[in-house]
């Protein structure tokens, strides 16, 4: 899809009552592939949130990470869509790269204010696949709704 055709899309969809934003797509193949976004209904206005930290840059290039943050009513809820390697297995290098987004999620997570956070999308694999968070799971609270 060209830049045109995908602001197309995005004002198509706001007379819809929706906003939607997209990243990049990867740039590992010659064709379409990662790509991650969200879209919602108005009220609620996803923003994409400002780099705090380098590996948070350099894992949205990859175009399978972004971080969202969401206002409802007054609270913070940040957003992590995350599209992992297909094929991720436990020890597989998949796994790692997906690992290793995840990592680079929690950290520039914790450069935010505190608040309601939330990771969708894909992993490709199962929870038990991935050490962060796995040690997300066990250390920090976090809950796999999944």
């Given at each position: 899809?060209?830049?045109?055709?995908i602001?197309?899309?995005?004002?198509?969809?706001?007379?819809r009552?929706?906003s939607i934003d997209?990243g990049?797509?990867?740039?590992?193949?010659?064709?379409a592939?990662?790509?991650?976004?969200?879209?919602?209904?108005?009220?609620?206005i996803?923003?994409?949130?400002?780099?705090?930290?380098?590996?948070?840059k350099?894992?949205?290039?990859?175009g399978?990470l972004?971080?969202?943050?969401?206002d409802?009513?007054?609270v913070?809820?940040?957003l992590?869509?995350l599209y992992g390697w297909t094929?991720?297995?436990?020890g597989?290098?998949?796994?790692?790269?997906?690992?290793?987004?995840?990592?680079?999620?929690?950290?520039?997570?914790?450069?935010?204010p505190?608040g309601p956070e939330?990771i969708?999308?894909?992993l490709?694999?199962?929870?038990?696949?991935?050490?962060?968070?796995?040690?997300m799971?066990?250390?920090?609270g976090?809950?796999?709704a999944?």
């Amino acid at each position: 899809m060209s830049k045109a055709q995908i602001v197309l899309a995005n004002v198509e969809v706001k007379l819809r009552g929706k906003s939607i934003d997209a990243g990049p797509l990867g740039p590992e193949h010659a064709r379409a592939s990662g790509g991650v976004g969200i879209q919602a209904k108005h009220p609620f206005i996803p923003v994409h949130i400002q780099s705090r930290t380098k590996a948070y840059k350099d894992g949205e290039e990859t175009g399978r990470l972004r971080i969202y943050s969401v206002d409802i009513a007054g609270v913070t809820l940040h957003l992590v869509v995350l599209y992992g390697w297909t094929g991720a297995s436990k020890g597989s290098i998949d796994a790692e790269r997906t690992d290793d987004l995840m990592a680079i999620a929690r950290e520039e997570l914790n450069m935010h204010p505190e608040g309601p956070e939330a990771i969708c999308g894909d992993l490709n694999g199962d929870p038990e696949c991935f050490e962060t968070l796995q040690f997300m799971l066990r250390n920090e609270g976090w809950t796999d709704a999944g």
